[in-house]
């Protein structure tokens, strides 16, 4: 399996960005797909998960009502709806899947078994 994100670049405070992660390889039947974001220095931090079959979002406090998270299951993808982006928000973020719901909670990195490559989001304020 392999994860490929995009749509990562600069933007301004207060506007809007949509990341996806496009999912290659064999058949791709995860529990969860998750978004990550990581700066320099700092540990890589959970930002949101959803359930592959049932659709059940899950998002850090940072983010929730701003990011929304959704998934195609015929395209094999996972999208991040970013809005009214702050400075903060400023990182590289990876997209990851977990293939099984038994094991670490889903917002630990040790839970996946599959990582994107990572897509650049820069904020200006």
């Known amino acids: 399996v392999q994860l490929q994100a995009s749509g990562g670049g600069l933007v301004q405070a207060g506007d809007s960005l949509r990341l996806s992660c496009v999912a290659s390889g064999r058949t791709f039947s995860p529990y969860a797909m998750s978004w990550f974001r990581q700066v320099p220095g700092k540990e890589r931090e959970f930002v949101a998960r959803i359930t592959w079959r049932g659709g059940v979002p899950d998002y850090a406090d940072t983010v929730a009502g701003r990011f929304t998270i959704s998934r195609d299951i015929t395209r094999y993808t996972v999208s991040l709806q970013m809005n009214s982006l702050k400075p903060e928000d400023a990182a590289v973020y990876y997209c990851?899947?977990?293939?099984?719901?038994?094991?670490?909670?889903?917002?630990?990195?040790?839970?996946?078994?599959?990582w994107g490559q990572g897509t650049q989001v820069t904020v200006s304020s």
């Open positions: 990851a899947a977990r293939m099984s719901n038994s094991g670490p909670n889903s917002r630990q990195i040790i839970a996946y078994e599959y």
